[in-house]
């Protein structure tokens, strides 16, 4: 085929400018909202992997479309197999369905294309992104040398925080690596995201290094983290930092930050605090004391993607004193600071791991101003309530089934009575059947279901649903439910 005339081209480009050449695109994504609304359709694809992979498997396509019709396939072949996060019976990852007026913002980021790396490229959204960060670093209750950067998750915000740290150890360690002196040692909860673990492996410390503190029920022990801290002091070993967990991926326990933040700051020990689920609950009137004493921190991890219902990517990494986020990626901070306030015109880029950078603040600044920093937390407490509801009516039937914590957020751990194999193939079966979507875990050397509410939509009768289904699986061995 002749490649098409550039002018052919340049005239596609305009035509599809349009609302009109916008409008199959923002009609999936409205009808997706809709159909999902009832509750009647499935959740995820019956279809399977081969017949799925198969509709793309075509040789790349050199010749123009029209727009119409790509939009028309990506409904058919993209959009309907999708798993459907906005359907109420959706309870699985940690990933939220998206609130609306987020999403589309992102047609606005992406239309501006503004970059967060210099000031000079993105002049209203760099002043927004700090306005939006200073806003989230007063709510951890830190004051004005307080700073940060949006991140695209909780893995680089952990990981950038892991770096500050390691160069308020070490100031020259960007130049000239860790050095011959003995290696420090990292310190995370024995229920910690891997990203901990990550960071520790990327930053060349070897995740050897990374040393995990044993659980009480399932949070870090704060009387094992002396101990351990007594110990490694007595040998003679550095530590980098200590990093704490708000709201767990597994069960969504808290770490105590008060107990461990005092421990930390009595020995003059970095406290990062992994809040990328669990920050969130500083929005809660209700649940804020859950995060009590995270302002001890000296960095925090934080995902509006997860439970400020973002779609993705939002993740935030917020430090105490702005310095130690410049000097995580320079010897020395690249910008002078004047009575802690930072000079007229920040390039952002100098805090984050990214060079060209989304302007991720405009849909969190979009759902601040159309909800409130009170009604994100009203989400919150409203998802978390939906899994003590789900707590209480799984305890009240002990004969089938074993719950296996309180909920301290809006995550839920639980078995069916029998082996780890029925706990799976219960999940499997209930999973393909369309119905709903849970999760399963780990926790305790046991095979055990997962319920994660991340959806506004979902409500009792939901739960309900859930409940009868998976009982119902669970008396036909066969598998024979779906
Ligand atoms: C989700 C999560 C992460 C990872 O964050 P991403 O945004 O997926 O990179 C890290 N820690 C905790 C506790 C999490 O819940």
Same mark, same amino acid.
């Given at each position: 085929?002749?490649?098409?005339?550039?002018?052919?081209?340049?005239?596609?480009?305009?035509?599809?400018?349009?609302? +009109?050449?916008?409008?199959?695109?923002?009609?999936?994504?409205? /009808? &997706?909202?809709?159909?999902?609304?009832?509750? *009647?359709?499935?959740?995820?694809?019956?279809?399977? %992997?081969?017949?799925?992979?198969?509709?793309?498997?075509?040789?790349?396509?050199?010749?123009?479309?029209?727009? =119409? #019709?790509?939009?028309?396939?990506? $409904?058919?072949?993209?959009?309907? *197999?999708?798993?459907?996060?906005?359907?109420?019976?959706?309870?699985?990852?940690?990933?939220?369905?998206?609130? $609306?007026?987020?999403?589309? !913002?992102?047609?606005?980021?992406?239309?501006?294309?503004?970059?967060?790396? =210099?000031?000079?490229?993105?002049?209203?959204?760099?002043?927004?992104?700090? %306005?939006?960060?200073?806003?989230?670093?007063?709510?951890?209750?830190?004051?004005?040398?307080?700073?940060?950067?949006?991140?695209?998750?909780?893995?680089?915000?952990?990981?950038?925080?892991?770096?500050?740290?390691?160069?308020?150890?070490?100031?020259?360690?960007?130049?000239?690596?860790?050095?011959?002196?003995?290696?420090?040692?990292?310190?995370?909860?024995?229920?910690? &995201?891997?990203?901990?673990?990550?960071?520790?492996?990327?930053?060349?410390?070897?995740?050897?290094?990374?040393?995990?503190?044993?659980?009480?029920?399932?949070?870090?022990?704060?009387?094992?983290?002396?101990?351990?801290? #007594?110990?490694?002091?007595?040998?003679?070993?550095?530590?980098? $930092?200590?990093?704490?967990?708000?709201?767990?991926?597994?069960?969504?326990?808290?770490? #105590?930050?008060?107990?461990?933040?005092?421990?930390?700051?009595?020995?003059?020990?970095?406290?990062?605090?992994?809040?990328?689920?669990?920050?969130?609950?500083?929005?809660?009137?209700?649940?804020?004391?859950?995060?009590?004493?995270?302002?001890?921190? %000296? !960095?925090?991890?934080? *995902?509006?993607?997860?439970?400020?219902?973002?779609?993705?990517?939002?993740?935030?990494?917020?430090?105490? #004193?702005?310095? *130690?986020?410049?000097?995580?990626?320079?010897?020395?901070?690249?910008?002078?600071?004047?009575?802690? =306030?930072?000079?007229?015109?920040? +390039?952002?880029?100098?805090?984050?791991?990214?060079?060209?950078?989304?302007? +991720?603040?405009?849909?969190?600044? =979009?759902?601040?101003?159309?909800?409130?920093?009170?009604?994100?937390?009203?989400?919150?407490?409203?998802?978390?309530?939906?899994?003590?509801?789900?707590?209480?009516?799984?305890?009240?039937?002990? +004969?089938?089934?074993?719950?296996?914590?309180?909920?301290?957020?809006?995550?839920?751990?639980?078995?069916?009575?029998?082996?780890?194999?029925?706990?799976?193939?219960?999940? /499997?079966?209930?999973?393909? !059947?369309?119905?709903?979507?849970?999760?399963?875990?780990?926790?305790?050397? %046991?095979?055990?279901?997962?319920?994660?509410?991340?959806?506004?939509?979902?409500?009792?009768? &939901?739960?309900?649903?859930?409940?009868?289904?998976?009982?119902?699986?669970?008396?036909?061995?066969?598998?024979?439910?779906?």
């Amino acid at each position: 085929m002749a490649p098409p005339p550039p002018a052919a081209l340049l005239a596609a480009l305009e035509a599809d400018a349009t609302l +009109d050449a916008a409008g199959p695109f923002l009609r999936m994504a409205t /009808e &997706h909202y809709a159909t999902t609304r009832s509750g *009647d359709g499935s959740v995820s694809t019956t279809v399977d %992997r081969g017949t799925i992979a198969a509709r793309f498997d075509e040789p790349l396509p050199t010749g123009m479309r029209p727009l =119409v #019709d790509v939009a028309a396939r990506l $409904a058919r072949e993209v959009v309907a *197999d999708a798993n459907h996060l906005t359907h109420p019976m959706y309870l699985g990852h940690q990933v939220s369905a998206p609130i $609306a007026a987020a999403v589309w !913002s992102e047609v606005v980021i992406a239309a501006l294309n503004n970059s967060m790396a =210099v000031w000079e490229m993105s002049p209203t959204t760099t002043p927004l992104e700090e %306005r939006v960060i200073g806003w989230m670093t007063q709510l951890v209750g830190w004051g004005p040398a307080a700073a940060g950067t949006m991140t695209s998750g909780g893995t680089e915000a952990t990981f950038t925080a892991l770096l500050a740290a390691r160069a308020a150890w070490k100031p020259d360690a960007w130049e000239r690596g860790w050095g011959n002196g003995p290696a420090p040692v990292v310190l995370c909860g024995a229920h910690a &995201h891997y990203a901990v673990q990550r960071a520790v492996g990327a930053m060349g410390l070897g995740t050897a290094h990374c040393l995990k503190v044993p659980s009480d029920g399932f949070r870090m022990s704060p009387t094992a983290l002396a101990a351990m801290l #007594d110990e490694l002091a007595a040998a003679g070993r550095p530590v980098l $930092a200590v990093v704490a967990t708000a709201g767990q991926t597994a069960t969504g326990a808290f770490d #105590d930050l008060e107990v461990i933040g005092t421990l930390c700051a009595a020995r003059g020990l970095w406290l990062h605090v992994d809040g990328a689920h669990g920050a969130s609950a500083l929005l809660s009137a209700t649940h804020r004391s859950r995060v009590r004493g995270i302002h001890l921190a %000296r !960095s925090v991890a934080w *995902d509006p993607h997860k439970m400020m219902l973002l779609p993705l990517s939002a993740g935030m990494v917020l430090v105490r #004193d702005a310095r *130690d986020l410049s000097a995580a990626f320079a010897q020395q901070a690249p910008y002078l600071f004047h009575g802690g =306030v930072a000079e007229a015109h920040p +390039d952002l880029g100098t805090r984050s791991f990214q060079c060209s950078r989304r302007a +991720d603040v405009v849909k969190l600044w =979009v759902t601040l101003q159309r909800l409130g920093a009170d009604g994100v937390g009203a989400l919150y407490d409203h998802l978390c309530g939906l899994a003590q509801a789900l707590h209480d009516r799984l305890a009240a039937a002990p +004969d089938r089934f074993e719950v296996l914590h309180t909920p301290e957020s809006n995550i839920l751990c639980f078995r069916v009575h029998g082996s780890d194999a029925e706990n799976l193939r219960i999940r /499997e079966a209930f999973n393909r !059947s369309g119905r709903g979507w849970i999760t399963t875990t780990v926790l305790d050397g %046991r095979r055990v279901l997962r319920v994660t509410v991340m959806n506004p939509r979902t409500g009792p009768a &939901h739960l309900e649903a859930l409940v009868q289904g998976l009982a119902q699986l669970a008396e036909s061995p066969a598998g024979a439910g779906a």
